[in-house]
């Protein structure tokens, strides 16, 4: 399906296979289908024309596909600019290629306005795993931020090949100062995003050494808990073991005949007991 024209010489599209037919009817034979595959920027020069294709970052929305000739312009997109989008490049567009230079850059610029607003809702992310870290939220964003800042990187190496590269078809000279303003808004959101990755990074990092403090400690609780039980084990089993020797049954045991040998044993499982209790504590088990 074919919609209004915004200018004289470039028809828009917001169905491939009407975008595809319009190119062949007009001589050339394009496989339009494999470059809607690509998830990345692509540009390709040939002698009478220029393909470029440029995607927004939502996944639902596809790609941005241009075709340009010195005669024409054809554009597939679901939300392509407005008419009244090319009134402050009036001048331009009555030069050669005016009409494809202004088309791209305002393609472009949609593209980094879409960039930036996604760049937003991931801001935004960081401050609810600020607040409240989850691993899952974290992994998700973290995702999407490499994914975002893989998709500034290409789109910044695409708008610097255009401008440095002799392409009739994009006369960037025209209008070099919004290419300018282009390359500069799209380098500095690749600067904040990763920016924001790593603070992202420094959040997981923060998180998980105040974890692993935190387990330290209690590991360090639990071997205080263990050694406090482990003297008092070794403090009561003296009395035990005494008391068990006593405790047995044979015919012969002279010490039953002597009158002080039970307050004796009494005497000395108190002592035993009260050295075992000054050890542990000289070695902090206590």
Partial sequence: MQTA??????????DVVAFSKAVGEAGYAIDFQSIMQLNTGFLQSAEKYLILNIKDYENDDPNNLLFMTEEKAFLYSKSPPRAEAFNPFEKVCNKPYGRSTVLAYLILNKAVVSYKKRLEVLINGIKEIEQSYDAKKYRELA????????????????????????????????ISFDYSVLIAEGRGLLDRCRNRFNMLKDIARDHEIMVTTELNKRIER????????????????????????????????PELEIPWAYPAVIIFQIIISTLAIIVFRKIKWL
């Avoid at 610097?160 to 078809?169: A, C, F, I, T």
């Fill in 5 to 14: 024209s915004l200018r004289p010489g470039v028809q828009i599209f917001d």
């Fill in 222 to 253: 639990l071997n205080e808990v263990v050694k406090k039980l482990t003297a008092l084990t070794v403090v009561l089993m003296i009395p035990n073991v005494i008391a068990g020797h006593f405790g047995m049954n044979f015919r012969s045991m």
């Fill in 143 to 174: 995702l999407e931020f490499s994914r975002l800042y893989d998709r500034l990187e290409d789109f910044d190496d695409l708008v610097l090949r255009l401008e440095e590269s002799p392409l009739k078809e994009v006369e960037t000279r025209y």
